[in-house]
């Protein structure tokens, strides 16, 4: 009896430790590449975590939904060899704020510009995915003098026409995002959501790596998560009338429009030219809208060509 309750105890320990470092995973970010750091600031009425690291003239990369910073993870490594870069989760999703409101895209671009100047960088080159590719036009629309260059990934900016009113009546989920009380509907089954909902704009199957699968419902696991997400969609009708605006003036400094042949690249190219003048089109193969992860090497090869050159 002695050694079955000894073997039963050291069982029962092993499975505490299994568990409480699964926990553990479960609540601690994902980590950057080791020349990077976890930073966080205090910035327009908000608190913003980022990761920063590299040397050379300042990088912003700002996510999508259905993703935070880690969605940039793989292409770190090669961007810190050639720029300073700074990769934010946007307010409402990871270890960043989740404020009641002020998810307008002028307003979260003022986040990321804000941002900037207090890490003393006044002249950055901006990319952006999804709706980050928002928030990035919106910080060159409104600080052009302090844009580099502009690479905008696969997505769509609200209010530009003829694309914007086609897109969004096919993609059933901006309006499902968009309702009040969407995101306390998908708070605490994120999991369960974000593998259901990832293929449907996607093209490869299981293009995230399992580190990137369980830091990206991590982080919109984070409380408040899902609504302040949500909230993103929800300011869709101000971003269109705020774009109509900024579109007036269009951006002078080179802009990449960076679209999936599977998703965005029929169109981006000439909804960018609609609001740029300098624009280049890069198309990423074989892929669908999470062309990081679906076409890694090509996303490297096109941005840094953009950039570098």
Known sequence: MKTIFNLNSAVLMLLFTALSLNLYAAVVPANPPANFKH??????????????????????????????????????????????????????????????????????????HELMNK?????????????????GYAYAAQFPKEVKKLALLDALLPGIEPVWSQVKSQAWWFGFFAQPNSGKLVSGKVSLFFTDFWPTVGFKKNAFSAAETAEFIRAYSVNGATTGAFHWFGAFTQDAKDNLELAKTKLSMPVLAMGSDHFAAPFLATHVRLVANQVTESIIKDSGHWIVQENTPQVKKDLLSFLLH
């Open 39 to 112: 930073q966080y600031a205090s910035v327009n009425g908000v608190k913003l975590h980022y990761v920063i690291g590299g040397k050379g003239e300042p990088l912003l990369l700002i996510h999508g939904f259905g993703q935070n910073w880690f969605m940039w993870n793989r292409l770190l490594p090669e961007l810190s060899k050639h720029f300073t870069v700074i990769a934010p989760d946007m307010r409402g999703v990871g270890e960043s704020g989740k404020t009641a409101a002020g998810y307008d895209k002028k307003n979260m671009a003022k986040d990321m």
């Open 119 to 135: 890490l003393g960088y006044k002249n950055v080159n901006v990319v952006g995915h999804d709706i980050g590719l928002m928030v």
